[in-house]
């Protein structure tokens, strides 16, 4: 598969993790463009992540029984329905138009220790959490394990694959800052969100991509969201 930008891309096998921190469009972009680029995504959303994409979308998320339909729904609503007017996304230039279908979704509850993101034996290319609530940042940097995003990041972390966790949380204070030099010390990313303004955003769908940019690249996963600094 060649991408946009002329350079072949091998699909991903990624874990994404949706906690309760304050951005779910954040996520919903994610998922739309790890799709897009082919990716294998195993989904993890946690109970406060649903209250807040009710609060911040007026959606209830599917249940994890639910067919991944309901997640293209979701997306194809935020980034291009009716809903979608006050965030004013660009529409994607489409590697899945060109060349490649669209990705693979599978979505496991918080207490699904069997599902295979539970283990090291289990291949990925690398887990995001996008957002991170500053409590499951907290207990990734004291190993608590004692849910899935929780075990499949200190799997992440143990087997030395990238691990990019996305907090949103202003001010910090010093437990939240020492938790995330922890995780950094132990060979996470922290990458918060905190989108530049440089490149002039139009809405806040350039605000936020901004930030899935940034995810992608530490994954090589390819996009077109916004241009790279240097080029025209
Ligand atoms: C609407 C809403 C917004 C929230 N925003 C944040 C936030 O921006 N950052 C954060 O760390 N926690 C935020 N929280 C609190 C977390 O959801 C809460 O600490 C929760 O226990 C996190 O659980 P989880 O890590 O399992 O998702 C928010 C909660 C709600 C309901």
């Given at each position: 598969?060649?991408?946009?930008?002329?350079?072949?891309?091998?699909?991903?096998?990624?874990?994404?993790?949706?906690?309760?921190?304050?951005g779910a469009?954040?996520?919903?972009?994610?998922?739309?463009?790890?799709?897009?680029?082919?990716?294998?995504?195993?989904?993890?959303?946690?109970?406060?992540?649903?209250?807040?994409?009710?609060?911040?979308?007026?959606?209830?998320?599917?249940?994890?029984?639910a067919p991944a339909d309901a997640w293209q729904n979701l997306i194809h609503e935020t980034t291009a329905g009716?809903?979608?007017?006050?965030?004013?996304?660009?529409?994607?230039?489409?590697?899945?138009?060109?060349?490649?279908?669209?990705?693979?979704?599978?979505?496991?509850?918080?207490?699904?220790?069997?599902?295979?993101?539970?283990?090291g034996s289990s291949l990925t290319d690398g887990m995001i959490i996008c957002p991170c609530s500053m409590g499951t940042l907290s207990s990734i940097a004291g190993g608590n394990s004692s849910n899935l995003i929780q075990?499949?990041?200190?799997?992440?972390?143990?087997?030395r694959r990238p691990l990019i966790l996305v907090p949103r949380e202003t001010p910090l204070g010093l437990i939240q800052l020492e938790n995330m030099v922890r995780v950094c010390r132990a060979g996470a990313t922290v990458l918060p969100a905190m989108?530049?303004?440089?490149?002039?955003?139009?809405?806040?769908?350039?605000?936020?991509?901004?930030?899935?940019?940034?995810?992608c690249d530490h994954l090589r996963i390819p996009h077109s969201l916004t241009r790279r600094w240097g080029t025209d």
């Open positions: 598969m060649t991408t946009t930008d002329g350079h072949s891309h091998q699909p991903r096998n990624v874990v994404l993790a949706i906690t309760g921190a304050s469009l954040y996520a919903v972009r994610l998922l739309q463009v790890l799709l897009d680029a082919r990716s294998s995504v195993h989904l993890v959303v946690s109970s406060a992540a649903r209250q807040v994409f009710a609060q911040e979308l007026d959606v209830e998320l599917p249940s994890v029984s009716k809903s979608s007017q006050q965030w004013q996304f660009r529409p994607l230039n489409s590697l899945a138009a060109q060349d490649c279908g669209s990705g693979k979704l599978i979505q496991y509850g918080t207490a699904d220790y069997s599902s295979p993101v539970a283990s075990r499949a990041a200190d799997v992440h972390l143990k087997e989108p530049g303004l440089y490149q002039k955003p139009a809405g806040i769908g350039d605000l936020v991509d901004f930030i899935v940019a940034r995810i």
